[in-house]
T-cell receptor, first 112, second 116 residues
Framework: DGGITQSPKYLFRKEGQNVTLSCEQNLNHDAMYWYRQDPGQGLRLIYYSQIVNDFQKGDIAEGYSVSREKKESFPLTVTSAQKNPTAFYLC???????????FGPGTRLTVL | DQQVKQNSPSLSVQEGRISILNCDYTNSMFDYFLWYKKYPAEGPTFLISISSIKDKNEDGRFTVFLNKSAKHLSLHIVPSQPGDSAVYFCAASAQGSGGGADGLTFGKGTHLIIQP
């Protein structure tokens, strides 16, 4: 089945530790995205990549880093510099302009 | 500054009636609009989209209307069914700005509750 997978579903980390969230897609999409959702809020764009080996900051990129070495994969690292990392993280991919974005199931990160 | 606004945090509608969810935007560069449905602890599911060259798009029970002059769009669901109970997000992007497949700007969502 084609789709987007995110792992793990739930993740716990101690304050001060970096953590990497996985996102893989087999839809052959060029563009991939990371969003964050907080309670009662909409989704906010962290980073996006329109093509392999290229990515751009979104609205709330501070404290996060990404890489796009393969078309299928777009991992997100939440660094210790992110002041409020506890949130629900969603990865998405798109076939290009004027195409809908497809979302993965999300990873809930809790920093203790 | 919120560029996409959904002013109704929740909406309750009787089963079988029409549900109307509203969305306003401020950025005149937005030219592509989408509606997503989301359940708790899951990723959003795409429902329907509309580009700014149209004022209406229909797909089954879902219709989206776009009023560019008012910077307003709405999602109509008719007839409403119990399975429609979820949070609905309006999203927008400026696809024609030359930026390609840029990220979406989301509203805060409207929780639709379909009552039997």
């Amino acid at each position: 089945d084609g789709g987007i997978t995110q792992s793990p579903k739930y993740l716990f980390r101690k304050e001060g530790q970096n953590v990497t969230l996985s996102c893989e897609q087999n839809l052959n999409h060029d563009a991939m995205y990371w969003y964050r959702q907080d309670p009662g809020q909409g989704l906010r764009l962290i980073y996006y990549s329109q093509i392999v080996n290229d990515f751009q900051k979104g609205d709330i990129a501070e404290g996060y880093s990404v890489s796009r070495e393969k078309k299928e994969s777009f991992p997100l690292t939440v660094t210790s510099a992110q002041k409020n990392p506890t949130a629900f993280y969603l990865c998405a991919s798109s076939g290009g302009s004027y195409n809908e974005q497809f979302f993965g199931p999300g990873t809930r990160l809790t920093v203790l | 500054d919120q560029q996409v606004k959904q002013n109704s945090p929740s909406l309750s509608v009787q089963e079988g009636r029409i549900s109307i969810l509203n969305c306003d935007y401020t950025n005149s560069m937005f030219d592509y609009f989408l509606w997503y449905k989301k359940y708790p602890a899951e990723g959003p599911t795409f429902l329907i989209s509309i580009s700014s060259i149209k004022d209406k798009n229909e797909d089954g029970r879902f219709t989206v209307f776009l009023n560019k002059s008012a910077k307003h769009l709405s999602l109509h669901i008719v007839p409403s069914q119990p399975g429609d109970s979820a949070v609905y997000f309006c999203a927008a992007s400026a696809q024609g700005s030359g930026g390609g497949a840029d990220g979406l700007t989301f509203g805060k969502g409207t929780h639709l509750i379909i009552q039997p």
